[in-house]
Each structure stands twice: as structure tokens, then as C-alpha cells.
């Protein structure tokens, strides 16, 4: 397949946005589009998300082998890895391309004139021209100027759902669509009672099970909004383990179980790696920011796709989740900038509850 983008900027920096396309590398039939607005940045950081967001779209696809053809030379040369990365807001955009890039058999850059790249271009304008338009930062969202951030950035507040039967006994629940207990709804109300205080929040968005979905109605109610469903914000698939206790799964599969423990490739026995909802949590988040970059937003999950999304934020090791706890309703904020950084701002707190 062949992936087209581009970025700009009304400003440099200004109001940016990207434009990707992916084609059919025989047919040149248009096979994914994606734009997207993303605050105020550069026209470098807008080039890097329009190749990381074609990029994501050739994954989807399913495809091997990438032919990607940008007219940024400044681009096409950092990924080929002729020229160095020296500027530090380039260094994590190129590094996030690079871990999507890995997924594919072969990805070769190719530089091509502005007049080649018509229709990624157009994309771009479209989405810097479009209905995205810079937001007013709500309170408390200022931008960190001392970590060298650029561009307005997403506010993400994570909360976790409320109490279950299942977590009462702490067994593993994944995939398993359990209700909150009348203990989970007080949880919930109390949460959202809190977070309804926070100005400017523009959309709530759930894990599709029902723990987290009615955790999320809470808010969305007092806020006057509907509930947003996203499937990248499921929790982990626990496979045969699901419903049991950690005795439980450690005595069924005492080899699996301690390899699982430490290593985040291995699955639970018809279930998921944590590293494979570490890409999962990556795309939707990815996917969100495309939607509502520069906005704030509650995103209503999991233990796991929390602490994945946390780690992505602080760009730490998979040790991260072994070490890290979250308690129900636990609220956590991190901001995600157009230019690849992040800041955590908050992690697990349950003042709403005392």
C-alpha cells in the first residue's frame, strides 16, 4: 500500500491540522482518508501526525508492505534515518512512527513534490478549515512551559469505573459485563458529582461494558451530554481466567501465571497480552485526539487502559503496570500536547469518596 500526508500550520506555529490518504499500491484506488485538527503547532509536528495517522491507517488495513510519500524532505530524511533528530519536539513524534512502523514487513520513505501530494494536502486544509476550531483552555489545563510542550493540548481525565461483584471478591474481570453494585452506583454518583464541576469538559467517553457505561452515565447526565462508546477502552481479556481469584489462576496455570506476571507479551490462556492493549489503548487514543484534539474530556475504563494510558503519557517501561494502583472511581488526568509530549497531572484520586 501507499500512504500520502502532509501537515501545516497557519502560522508555524498556528492553527494545524494533518491530512493522510492510503491507496492500493496497484490500483491507486483511495483505500483510508483520515485529518485531523490538532491545535496550535508547527508545520513538522503536523507532518509527523499526518505520517503517524496514515501510518495507523495502513495498520488497520492490514497491510505488509508501506510505500510512504511525503513532501517534506525534513520528514521523509529523519524516519530514513539519514538525517539526526535534534529538535526535542520531533524526537517523540518520530519515535511513536517508528514503534507503528515496526508492525509492518517493510516501510520505505520517498520524497515527493508538493504538487504529487494534492490529495493528503487537501486533507490537511480541510481539517485546519474545518469545524475544529482552537478551544478556550478550561481552568486548570495551563500548558507546562518548562517541559518545552508545544500546541494546545488534549486534557484526557481517566476514571475508573465503580464497585462490582467481582471486584468485591477481586477476581479477574475483563471481558465479563457486570453491573455495578448499589455500592458501584454511589461510587459513580459521587464521581460524577465531582467532575461535573469541571469547566469545559466536551465529551464523555466509556468502554463499551456496562460497569464503566453506567459509571459514565452518571456524569454524562449531570453534564447534559450522551455517552460516547469506544471499543479501545475495554479492559484486558483475562481468557479462562476470567472470574477467578489470583490463588485460583495461579494454581490453574502455575506456568503461565508466573511467566504473565513479568512479561507483558504473554497471554492468559484464550485471553490478551498487556501489550496488546498497550497498541489498542495507543490507536484509540490516537483515534480520540483525531476527534477532539485540544479539548478536555472523561474517558470512563479500566484498570488496565488506564495504567496503559499513564504509561504512554510518562513514555515508561511495561513495569509501570505491575506497580502502579488504581482504585474504583479513581480519577487521573493527563494532557497530551500535538507535538508528542505529555503531562500527568493527577493519579488516583478518591477524595470524592471520603
Known amino acids: ?129 474545518g469545524e475544529n476550531k482552537p478551544q478556550k483552555k478550561a481552568e486548570g489545563a495551563k500548558q507546562p512551559h518548562w517541559s518545552g510542550a508545544v500546541g494546545e493540548p488534549t486534557r484526557i481525565i481517566l476514571l475508573r469505573h465503580g464497585q462490582t461483584k467481582l471486584s468485591v471478591d477481586r477476581r479477574y474481570s475483563g471481558r ?59 479492559e484486558t481479556d483475562f481468557g479462562t481466567w476470567e472470574g477467578l481469584t489470583f490463588a485460583e489462576a495461579a494454581e490453574q496455570d502455575p506456568e ?21 492493549v498497550h497498541a489498542r489503548v495507543r490507536r484509540a487514543r490516537t483515534d480520540i485526539i483525531a476527534k477532539y484534539g485540544g479539548k478536555t474530556l472523561v474517558l470512563v475504563s479500566h484498570v488496565t487502559p488506564i495504567k496503559t494510558m499513564l504509561r504512554q503519557a510518562l513514555d515508561v517501561g511495561p513495569q509501570f503496570l505491575f506497580r502502579m494502583h488504581l482504585d474504583l472511581t479513581g480519577v487521573s488526568i493527563a494532557e497530551f500536547y500535538p507535538d508528542g509530549h505529555a503531562s500527568v497531572k493527577l493519579v488516583n484520586d478518591t477524595s470524592h469518596l471520603s
Do not use: C
Request: aromatic share 4%; charged share 30%.
Open 176 to 234: 465479563g459485563d457486570h453491573p455495578l453494585t448499589e455500592l458501584g452506583l454511589e461510587q459513580a454518583e459521587k464521581a460524577a458529582a465531582r467532575l461535573s464541576k469541571v469547566d469545559g469538559i466536551a465529551a464523555v467517553i466509556s468502554s463499551p461494558l456496562q460497569r464503566a457505561h453506567q459509571t459514565a452515565r452518571k456524569l454524562a447526565d449531570k453534564l447534559g451530554l450522551e455517552v460516547v462508546t469506544h471499543q479501545g477502552l475495554i
Open 1 to 129: 500500500m501507499i500512504v500520502e500526508a502532509d501537515g501545516g500550520s497557519r502560522g508555524n506555529p498556528g492553527p494545524a491540522g494533518y491530512g493522510a490518504v492510503v491507496k492500493d499500491a496497484r490500483t491507486g484506488e483511495t483505500l483510508a482518508e483520515r485529518r485531523g485538527f490538532i491545535g496550535v503547532a508547527t508545520n513538522n509536528v503536523a507532518e509527523y501526525q499526518g505520517l503517524i495517522a496514515g501510518l495507523r491507517a495502513a495498520e488497520e488495513l492490514g497491510a505488509d508492505t508501506i510505500d510512504v510519500r511525503m513532501d517534506s524532505k525534513l520528514v521523509v530524511e529523519q524516519m530514513s534515518g539519514r538525517w539526526k533528530i535534534k529538535h526535542p519536539s520531533m524526537q517523540p513524534l518520530a519515535k511513536e512512527a517508528r514503534e507503528v512502523a515496526e508492525a509492518f514487513g517493510k516501510v520505505t520513505y520517498e520524497w515527493i513534490p508538493r504538487e504529487r501530494n494534492k490529495h493528503a494536502d487537501r486533507l490537511a486544509n480541510e481539517a485546519m478549515d
Open 256 to 276: 503461565v501465571h508466573g511467566r504473565w506476571l513479568g512479561d507483558t507479551s504473554v497471554k492468559p490462556p484464550d485471553g490478551e497480552s498487556f501489550d496488546e
